[in-house]
């Protein structure tokens, strides 16, 4: 058969599943989260079989120890996998949830939460994500269509075939979950062209993955992760507050969309609080990528160039800017970011009120760290991402991100 | 000057001018809209010296009838214009509330309204959407760039210039409303390409105009107004209620997107509540199109074709088809409607509730017209256009739908 053919007829089949599991209730779907977790501990020799061949396999080929261990699935791991499934059954469903209210005309409205209905998620090569993405939507109602990265087939494979199987022990569609197999660019392509069968694409991974996808589909994308995140110290910040945030914001999970990239300093401070920083951040090895202004306080800078101020890194490497005013912290940051966390280390009431209503992105803190954007940290107990458009739903997606929403109007009637 | 930057330009001036506007009270947005309501009333000699204008020009092109009628300006619309911008001075402004709470980490989190930024606007030849759209963005503290239908250029011209005078005498920046001028295909097209300022784009007109800027738009869109409806009267209906219904949702504004475009009838019922239907619709001259099964009810009737189930006539025309079953109705529904407002007709619990959770629709109605889906009628006190996408906003959209949100966090030192 055709790829296109065999990508058509597994969304199709999403699709026709969807309204059945649109209608389940809470209580079938936790049976289906609980049969699954109880599945993939069952069988969790199974999975890991898989997973290393997967593991042999990338290897060979030479991948990165980063992407490696990502890929590495243990049974701590798929124990971890099973506890989320448990924690997401306790989440309150919002699906048929709402409000209420009668018109003087006489009819009665009730607007509520409805699942979106096909997701697809497109993702790199991390096991965590193939099942905690699908349980989400089960969750709420939607049916999932997931294209993970090629080096975690197998285990990918082993992982949706226990959902499935799940799915139909609790007297679900199995189709409810589904995975493209192709790990071609030709088969991520095929499915943002599916309009008729997917509502809504959900791209987790790379800022050049989410990009690829953004420009490619035509289902519509809701734009995840990427995290050109800064810290502002400013003139009347506490400094000791500022080296401990930034230590905390930079260095302790720096992969992750939510720590920062630039450090930008108030010049007045500036030869004060960066020797303490760097000292702090010794222990990371840190590499700073200084202006002009910042490198002669911190030893073994090297010069920042343009390109510095837009980069995510991901990485141990710091980019460190004087700025004269609140002012051109704010511009700088509102040029250069992505929408995601920003943060001031400040004492002054009026800037950090300026600094919270100035900023364009989905999370500005005063006095914290960026990496407390997330869902769990936020109290919505799970998140599908971090979205950094502001179309439909802005900052970390818990459930409700995943729903829409329908009036259904009762009258005895009643005519215009 | 190039089309392109000329375009480039104005919407980087409307980019320039949103921040502002997102910060502005709500006294200062009502301010303008209530200055706007001045202006335009103590203008009208020269908004209406300009609607002359492309009046003229339209009757020299041969614009259809019902076309110049929507083109058409008077004391009483532009009155009527006016009156409703006073109304939505009374609405409450929506930006800036939002819920807080305060996590065990000691962070305390606020999620507010913030305005979407700029909101494209895309329309056809109705002068009266030139100011109810620019106002409504206002109102939410959205800067817009419109573009309306050529043939009330010179009417745009003159109401936006008036909107932009109130701007500034309420100290606001100009640019915070603005027109294209250009009318030709390229204007709009260059309008969807500009992904860094114009951050929403909302088509409003025909089916034919808003799966354009759908197809063409890099800008994300949100769908409107598409409405294929459908009135299915149940086997258990009141047949009495049946036709009053069938005759307010199809005739007493066949133009609108949420008049029905086909009947569907229980084969049980069809003789006897056809020809009541068609004999109340005989002053309205209405063309029925129907199956085999229907034909013989309906004096004069002609068959209906395959093209005749997924059309939205916006006419004296009703496609008209009988169903053996509730199954058979929600089947032929959910295969040709544009997500917009269905309603059954119907005695029955059962068949009530298996209709409003088993149709895949933003409204649907047991026992009342589908002409209910609006803004006003549903108490959002105004309305930018009615979605029939899932994402961001589904149903009437009012002032929310203008809106994004953001996380404001603060803290005393905190960490993860």
Redesign the interface.
């Known amino acids: 058969m055709e790829l296109y053919d065999k990508i058509k007829n597994l969304c199709a089949g999403a699709k026709a599943a969807s309204?059945v599991l649109a209608?389940a209730s809470a209580k079938q779907k936790n049976a289906a989260l609980l049969k699954i977790a109880e599945l993939l501990w069952a069988e969790r020799e199974v999975i890991l079989a898989a997973n290393r061949q997967d593991l042999d396999r990338a290897g060979e080929n030479g991948v990165p120890a980063h992407m490696m261990d990502r890929l590495a699935l243990n049974e701590g791991r798929i124990s971890g996998i099973c506890d989320a499934l448990r924690e997401l059954v306790g989440l309150t469903d919002p699906i048929g949830s709402g409000e209420c209210?009668t018109?003087p005309?006489g009819?009665k409205?009730r607007?509520v939460r409805v699942p979106?209905?096909v997701i697809g998620i497109i993702f790199e090569a991390r096991p965590n994500v193939t099942v905690d993405a699908a349980a989400l939507c089960l969750k709420t109602g939607n049916a999932t269509v997931l294209r993970g990265g090629k080096e975690a087939i197998n285990t990918n494979m082993a992982l949706v075939s226990l959902m499935q199987k799940a799915l139909v022990e609790v007297g679900l569609d199995k189709n409810a979950v589904s995975l493209i197999t192709d790990t071609t660019h030709e088969g991520a392509n095929l499915l943002m062209q599916m309009t008729d069968y997917v509502?809504?694409l959900i791209p987790r991974g790379s800022a050049r993955l989410i990009r690829a996808v953004k420009e490619n589909s035509k289902v519509?994308v809701?734009e995840t992760g990427a995290g050109n995140c800064h810290l502002y110290v400013d003139e009347s910040a506490?400094l000791d507050?500022a080296v401990?945030?930034a230590?905390?914001?930079k260095c302790?999970r720096p992969a992750v969309c939510n720590a920062i990239e630039t450090l930008l300093v108030h010049e007045n401070v500036a030869a004060q609080v960066l020797p303490m920083i760097a000292e702090k951040m010794a222990e990371f090895k840190v590499e700073f990528r200084c202006d002009a202004a910042t490198k002669p306080y911190i030893p073994g800078a090297v010069d920042a160039a343009e390109s510095d101020w837009g980069t995510e890194y991901d990485d141990y490497i710091l980019a460190v800017k004087a700025v004269s005013s609140l002012d051109e912290a704010i511009d700088h940051i509102n040029k250069y970011n992505t929408g995601h966390s920003e943060a001031i280390i400040t004492r002054s009431y009026e800037n950090?009120r300026r600094f919270?209503?100035?900023i364009?992105?989905?999370?500005?803190?005063?006095?914290?760290?960026t990496?407390?954007?997330d869902g769990g940290?936020?109290?919505f107990g799970a998140e599908i991402g971090i979205s950094t458009?502001?179309?439909?739903a802005?900052?970390p997606m818990g459930l409700m991100a995943l729903t829409?929403?329908?009036?259904?109007?009762?009258?005895?009637?009643?005519?215009?």
Request: hydrophobic share 35%.
């Open positions: 309204p209608r209210w018109r005309s009819i409205i607007c979106l209905g509502d809504v519509p809701i506490d507050m401990k945030i230590l905390n914001a302790q950090g919270q209503q100035e364009d992105a989905a999370a500005v803190y005063i006095n914290a760290s990496r407390f954007t940290e936020f109290g458009q502001k179309m439909h802005r900052g829409s929403q329908k009036y259904l109007i009762e009258g005895d009637g009643e005519i215009r």
